[in-house]
C-alpha cells in the first residue's frame, strides 16, 4: 500500500471481511471515500491541506490500477513542488492510446510517451521535472506559466525535512532545470504552436524570481509592457544592514516589493519574530530604503491581480508603460 492511513475495499474482501461494511462506515461519517474503493478515517482527512488530499487520491489510483499510473501536469508539478496556484480538481495522468485524452471519474488523460521523460518520486511515477515544466508552459495561461518555469529554474534548497513523495512541498524538489533540458523537452512537444508558447515563456523566465507572487508580478508588468527591472537587488543601508529587493528599476531609483502573506504568518519565514515584530522590521527596512534616495511601491496580491490597479501602482511610482496610449 502506498499510504499506509488508506482502507482498501480490496484488503477488507482479501481477508474474509464484508466490504459493504465500510461504505456504512463513510454513511455515518467515520470514513471518507477518497475512491472507489478506497476509504481513509474521517478526523485523519480533516487535518489534510488540499494538495495532501489530491495525493491521497493519486495514492488511491495508484493501489488501484492494474498497470501502475504515470502523473503529468498538475498532479506532477505538485509532486515537484513547482509554482502552481491551486490544486487541479482530476488527477492528471499520461496515456499512449492514440485516441488520447478522454477523461473520467475524477481523472484527466491526456497523450505523450510512457518511456521518456519519466522519473519516480517515492511511491509515484511522474513526468520528470523539465518535461512537466515545459508541458505546463504549453498548457497554462502566461502568467501561471511563467511561475511554473521560474519555479522550475530556482535554485534552492530542497529535500531538507520533506520526502520525494510529499505532496506539500513548498519549494521545488531536485536541482533546477537547466535551460538545455527545458529547450529538449520543447523539441518533444506535439505541435508547432505548442513549442512556440512554451518557447516563448521559456525566453522570458528567470533562475532569480523568489517566489511565485514575484513571477506572476513580472507576467503582469510583460503583459502591460512596462519596462523591465533587475530582480533581486542589493543595497547597504546606513546602519550597515543589506537589503534585498524584488524589482529594481536603476535608471527611476525605483524598487517595487511584492508583499506576499507569508512572509508574516510563515514561521521558517520570519525566523524568531512575532507577526508584529517582522511587520515592524519591514517598515524599518522599506524606511532605510527611502533614506538612500529610494522610491519604494508595494502592491499585494489583490493588487497585482487587478491589472488597472497594478498599473496605477507603478505609474505612482514614476513608470511609464511602454505601449502606446
Not at 52 to 58: K, N, T, V
Not at 124 to 143: H, I, S, W
Request: proline letters at 3%.
Amino acid at each position: 500500500m502506498v499510504i499506509s492511513e488508506l482502507i482498501l475495499a480490496s484488503d477488507a474482501t482479501r481477508i474474509g471481511q464484508d466490504a459493504r461494511h465500510l461504505a456504512k462506515q463513510a454513511k455515518r461519517g467515520e470514513l471518507v471515500r477518497v475512491r472507489r474503493g478506497a476509504y481513509i478515517r474521517a478526523a485523519y482527512w480533516a487535518e489534510l491541506n488540499e494538495r495532501q488530499r489530491h495525493g491521497l487520491q493519486a495514492a488511491a489510483l495508484v493501489n488501484a490500477a492494474r498497470t501502475p499510473p504515470i502523473f503529468n501536469l498538475q498532479t506532477a508539478s505538485l509532486l515537484w513542488g513547482l509554482g502552481i496556484l491551486s490544486t487541479p480538481k482530476r488527477l492528471c495522468t499520461v496515456t499512449d492510446d492514440p485516441r488520447g485524452g478522454r477523461s473520467k471519474h475524477g481523472i484527466r488523460r491526456s497523450l505523450g510517451s510512457l518511456d521518456s521523460g519519466v522519473a519516480q518520486l517515492g511511491d509515484f511515477q511522474v513526468t520528470d521535472k523539465a518535461r512537466t515544466t515545459v508541458e505546463l508552459a504549453a498548457a497554462l495561461n502566461f502568467a501561471d506559466a511563467l511561475a511554473v518555469v521560474d519555479s522550475s529554474r530556482r535554485n534552492q534548497r530542497w529535500g531538507d525535512a520533506l520526502e520525494a513523495g510529499n505532496w506539500a512541498k513548498d519549494r521545488a524538489w531536485g536541482p533546477p532545470a537547466r535551460m538545455d533540458e527545458l529547450a529538449e523537452a520543447v523539441s518533444a512537444l506535439s505541435s508547432a504552436s505548442r513549442k512556440r508558447r512554451a518557447q516563448s515563456v521559456l525566453d522570458l523566465s528567470s533562475e532569480k524570481s523568489e517566489s511565485v507572487g514575484e513571477s506572476m508580478s513580472r507576467a503582469q508588468m510583460i503583459l502591460l509592457n512596462f519596462p523591465m527591472p533587475s530582480l533581486q537587488g542589493s543595497f547597504t543601508l546606513r546602519n550597515g544592514r543589506t537589503a534585498r529587493t524584488d524589482f529594481w528599476w536603476r535608471e527611476l531609483d525605483l524598487v517595487g516589493e511584492f508583499d506576499g502573506h507569508g512572509k508574516y504568518l510563515r514561521q521558517e519565514l520570519r525566523g524568531n519574530q512575532t507577526i508584529q515584530q517582522a511587520v515592524l522590521a519591514e517598515k524599518d527596512r522599506e524606511n532605510g530604503l527611502r533614506a538612500l534616495g529610494l522610491t519604494v511601491v508595494r502592491w499585494d496580491w489583490s493588487d497585482m491581480m487587478n491589472p488597472r490597479v497594478f498599473a496605477r501602482i507603478l505609474n505612482d511610482g514614476g513608470l511609464r508603460s511602454l505601449r502606446a496610449a
